[in-house]
């Protein structure tokens, strides 16, 4: 029973995307929309990118200084593993799955409450792609703006280990930040960004697909957003897994 319903609801999805991804009728109105879901969905996320990776950046730089004890690691380990740590999973695994709960729930407790309310039956009526108007706009934006929100994370980032330098005796700012040039792989920041389109697309669809669906009332839309950040976060560790065994063999 289990796996026949989900595989009617991942067939409903699939049919979903197929209206979603279809050419706007309106390209001007299009561009507009996009716009305006890129200062919603993206902008609107800096100050919690910021704020969180300030803060992970300097706690991974303590934790690393302080189980760090042999004399046999070499002096630039901390900065070293605190890179290795932002860059292959702190700036887009763990990122988009905070993203999830507040890209997620926003997209979905907004489709769904234009659902309860008919609005999105009333562009029905008047012959608009309604899956197409609503959710493209906000799959292209939120896509288009994560690399932005990655290299902003691991900015911020690198920046509190710095931060945790100057302010405390734990490590001297030069070992830090030669630990952060030692060995640097490149291959690793293009492996985050990759990562992180793939959440975005992931975050953005499922969330408005769990939005569009919604039957009822508010409470069904409040269940709709906590069923969309579950399914989110499950699919982007799920791919989290995949991703890295096809980009890192």
Same mark, same amino acid.
């Given at each position: 029973m289990?796996?026949?319903?989900?595989?009617?609801?991942? *067939?409903? /999805?699939?049919?979903?995307? *197929?209206?979603?991804?279809?050419?706007p009728d309106r390209w001007s109105v299009f561009g507009k929309r996009t716009l305006q879901e890129v200062s919603k969905l993206?902008?609107?996320?800096?100050?919690?990118v910021i704020i969180i990776s300030l803060f992970i950046g300097a706690v991974c730089t303590i934790q690393m200084q302080l189980n760090v004890t042999s004399p046999l690691m070499p002096a630039y380990s901390v900065g070293l593993a605190?890179?290795?740590?932002?860059?292959?999973?702190?700036?887009?695994?763990?990122?988009?799955?905070?993203?999830?709960?507040?890209?997620?729930?926003?997209?979905?407790? %907004?489709?769904?409450?234009?659902?309860?309310? %008919?609005?999105?039956?009333?562009?029905e009526i008047m012959g608009v792609n309604s899956a197409n108007y609503l959710t493209l706009p906000?799959?292209?934006?939120?896509?288009?703006?994560?690399?932005?929100?990655?290299?902003?994370?691991?900015c911020m980032a690198f920046i509190g280990g710095w931060l945790v330098a100057t302010v405390t005796d734990l490590i001297p700012v030069s070992r830090y930040f030669y630990g952060l040039q030692t060995m640097f792989i490149e291959w690793y920041v293009w492996y985050s960004l990759i990562k992180s389109l793939v959440f975005a697309f992931i975050i953005a669809t499922?969330?408005?697909?769990?939005?569009? /669906?919604?039957? *009822?009332?508010?409470?069904?839309? *409040?269940?709709a957003s906590t069923n969309a950040v579950v399914c989110s976060s499950i699919f982007i560790l799920l791919f989290d897994v995949i991703l890295t065994k096809l980009l890192l063999q």
């Open positions: 289990l796996i026949t319903k989900s595989l009617a609801t991942f *067939g409903r /999805y699939c049919m979903y995307l *197929g209206r979603v991804f279809s050419l993206g902008i609107d996320s800096i100050p919690l605190t890179r290795d740590i932002v860059l292959l999973e702190f700036s887009n695994s763990i990122l988009c799955l905070i993203l999830a709960g507040k890209v997620g729930s926003n997209i979905a407790s %907004e489709i769904g409450t234009m659902r309860v309310t %008919e609005q999105i039956d009333a562009l906000k799959i292209v934006a939120f896509v288009l703006f994560m690399p932005v929100l990655v290299v902003l994370c691991m499922v969330s408005s697909y769990f939005g569009y /669906y919604v039957k *009822g009332g508010a409470l069904q839309v *409040g269940r």
